[in-house]
């Protein structure tokens, strides 16, 4: 058996056909250098505590406050989730129960708009959320949503351009933070923009909580009074959300998550959220947000070196966005020409982007996986060299062969956490 989960026997047992499928996608996981952005690998604690009798229980309402008998370990679990999200972020309140991003953002549309009210975020396009107003979405259909870009010339937000927008719209939310951003998120110069206009300025930090928590980007906290977090991203954690404000805006979210939008919270998501937040704030993990950091950094430069074009030309945070318009290769066969190799990544829009959204130009690339396992900036030299070989290649089943053979080599050394092969 390859592999060992500590309750994993079990599934074996009851499920073998389930079973058959985690020990393949734990192989999968494992065996592949793993960049999609916005992945990791949790660890093993934080996995045993999503799979805890916590999934039990029932608990709709807050700790002191709930709607069934039986609360008094679940008070625990949630108010000690709650505190060390506070102490972690310096927030004045935290509310753990959204269900994931996307419906954590609904919450905030909840709590602070009507439908039909302007509501501004980045475009999709340019690097932003569907959920922050993007036309396929709800939050695109119920608002009146109006996206902001990136420069041209730079492929960075030009704080000038949006102040502009929110001048001529006067959102009533602005949102800043976004998916495919590789650059530094200006949370103050949101600030006076959303000032100027009267818009309540919303950072989704759900890309970047771990660079945040470990000191590696600059925080929110301060200039934005509405704060939203995925929490399995760079933050490492169960998959999930948390919504951080300030105290005058903890009251709203708090009944828009619940009775709002959600029923009961999922608890042993809310356990396994505790579980990542006191890694989080260990000096261990500060070090791990900085190494992510410098390893998006020594892959970006190999890849520019060897000639493939980074949009804003490289990177501040965990994430790259390879521009491949220049190239022969569109981003979605390149992206499966390196999962064939054996390097797993997403293919993406760049800024404008002249290909569709379904066959766009780029590739986005992201760190906090790989420097989950230990790599650092030798591995990520190899990494790059191996990117450009398959892009260069078009198809060669050579090239890729030859690719996915160095890479079982070099996973076969950096053990993925909380998986046993
Ligand atoms: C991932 C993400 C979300 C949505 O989170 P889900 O858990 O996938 O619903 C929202 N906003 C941003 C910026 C994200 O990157």
């Not at 008094?72 to 269900?99: C, M, S, W």
């Not at 009507?114 to 959920?131: F, N, Q, R, V």
């Not at 989080?280 to 892959?299: G, K, P, Q």
Request: charged letters at 20%; proline letters at 6%; hydrophobic letters at 45%.
């Amino acid at each position: 058996m390859a592999y060992v989960h500590p309750r994993f026997d079990a599934i074996r047992a009851t499920d073998p056909e389930v079973a058959d499928l985690v020990v393949a996608e734990a192989e999968r996981e494992a065996g592949a250098i793993r960049l999609i952005a916005s992945e990791n690998y949790a660890s093993e604690a934080v996995m045993a505590a999503t799979g805890s009798v916590f999934t039990n229980k029932y608990s709709e309402g807050y700790a002191g406050k709930r709607y069934y008998e039986g609360q008094r370990v679940v008070d625990q679990v949630e108010t000690l989730a709650i505190e060390r999200a506070k102490a972690l972020f310096g927030a004045e309140h935290a509310n753990v129960q959204p269900y994931s991003g996307s419906p954590a953002n609904l919450a905030v549309y909840l709590a602070f708009a009507e439908p039909g009210d302007t509501i501004m975020g980045m475009s999709l396009a340019a690097g932003g959320h569907l959920t922050h107003g993007h036309k396929v979405s709800a939050t695109g259909k119920w608002f009146d949503a109006v996206g902001y870009g990136v420069r041209k010339e730079t492929g960075r937000i030009d704080l000038d351009d949006v102040r502009e927008l929110a001048l001529e719209h006067r959102p009533k939310i602005l949102f800043c933070g976004g998916t495919a951003v590789p650059r530094t998120i200006d949370f103050a110069g949101f600030a006076e923009i959303a000032a100027e206009v009267d818009a309540l300025l919303v950072a989704d930090i759900a890309h970047i909580a771990g660079l945040v928590a470990g000191g590696a980007h600059p925080s929110p906290i301060g200039h934005a009074p509405v704060v939203m977090t995925t929490t399995h991203k760079s933050l490492r954690g169960p998959r999930g959300a948390m919504i951080l404000t300030d105290a005058d805006h903890a009251s709203a979210i708090d009944k828009a998550v619940f009775p709002g939008l959600q029923g009961g919270p999922h608890n042993h998501t809310t356990a396994a959220i505790a579980v990542a937040l006191s890694e989080a704030s260990t000096d261990e993990f500060a070090e791990y947000a900085h190494r992510i950091v410098t390893n998006a950094r020594a892959l970006g430069e190999v890849l520019a070196e060897r000639g493939l074009d980074l949009v804003s030309g490289g990177t501040d945070n965990h994430l790259l966005l390879v521009d491949l318009t220049p190239t022969a290769i569109g981003g979605k066969p390149a992206a499966q020409a390196l999962d064939r190799a054996g390097i797993v990544c997403n293919y993406n829009a760049v800024p404008f982007d002249p290909k569709p959204p379904f066959n766009p130009s780029g590739l986005r690339l992201g760190t906090p996986a790989v420097t989950s396992r230990g790599m650092g900036p030798d591995e990520m030299a190899a990494i790059g060299n191996w990117i450009v070989d398959v892009v260069e290649a078009d198809g060669d089943d050579e090239v890729e062969q030859r690719v996915r053979n160095e890479v079982t080599d070099l996973v076969g050394s950096f053990p993925a956490p909380g998986i046993t092969l």
